[in-house]
């Protein structure tokens, strides 16, 4: 079966751009959750989904990150004014269940800020 | 922030050797898993052992956990070219939501 696929596999952006990821989990899963991941380092937890329901943002680096999961499949996320430091891997990954076991990622957005 | 520390950060062994990397951690945990990722991809999950459990097999890995150390190690035996990748705990906030994962371990393994 399908996998969690992600869209753009790649994405260059200025400075100042508006940028959104796309997430496609497993087809079922419950939780979807989207981690960043710099150069040789371990990914970063971001924010977390159960269904439709945002239960945790705690990651998010800013307010210019936001995600949504509007119907509780296709996730989102959006990162308004990129800058620099923003250029990483982000990861969507999703489970079966409720609680954070065994889950299934996607190959990952590499996100370059100019 | 990391939850989890591995060492050492970076193995290189022969084929047929066994690797071990370790694993720290610092508040309780409902489980610990371990995940696999080859350069440019996205994780792989490899095998979770819960809080209540001390040691888990699953084909050439066998996993140990130490509650009281706070503490995990991964063992690779009979190593071969294919297991070459980053290797990374996770554990959970005790709360079943979000995992946190550590720095991992890169492991190389030469033909």
């Known amino acids: 079966g399908a996998g969690v696929s992600q869209s753009p596999r790649y994405k260059v952006a200025k400075r100042g751009q508006d940028v959104a990821l796309r997430c496609d989990p497993i087809?079922?899963?419950?939780?979807l959750f989207w981690y960043q991941q710099a150069l040789g380092q371990g990914p970063e937890f971001l924010t977390y989904?159960?269904?439709?329901?945002?239960?945790?943002k705690s990651g998010l680096p800013s307010d210019r990150f936001f995600a949504e999961r509007p119907e509780g499949s296709v996730s989102t996320l959006k990162i308004q004014r990129t800058q620099q430091e923003d250029s990483a891997v982000y990861l969507c990954?999703?489970?079966?269940?409720?609680?954070?076991?065994?889950?299934?990622f996607g190959s990952g957005t590499q996100l370059s800020v100019l | 922030s990391q939850q989890g520390e591995e060492d050492p950060q970076a193995l290189s062994i022969q084929e047929g050797e066994n690797a071990t990397m370790n694993c720290s951690y610092k508040?309780?945990?409902?489980?610990l898993q371990w995940y696999r990722q080859n350069s440019g991809r996205g994780l792989v999950h490899l095998i979770l052992i819960r809080s209540n459990e001390r040691e888990k097999h699953s084909g050439r890995l066998r996993v140990t956990l130490d509650t009281s150390k706070k503490s995990s190690s991964l063992l690779i035996t009979a190593s071969r070219a294919a297991d070459t990748a980053s290797y990374f705990c996770a554990t959970d906030d005790n709360q079943g939501g979000k995992l946190i994962f550590g720095q991992g371990t890169e492991l190389s393994v030469k033909p």
């Open positions: 087809s079922g899963h419950v939780s």
């Open positions: 990954a999703s489970s079966p269940g409720r609680r954070s076991e065994k889950l299934f």
């Open positions: 508040t309780s945990i409902n489980n």
């Open positions: 989904f159960q269904n439709e329901a945002q239960l945790d």
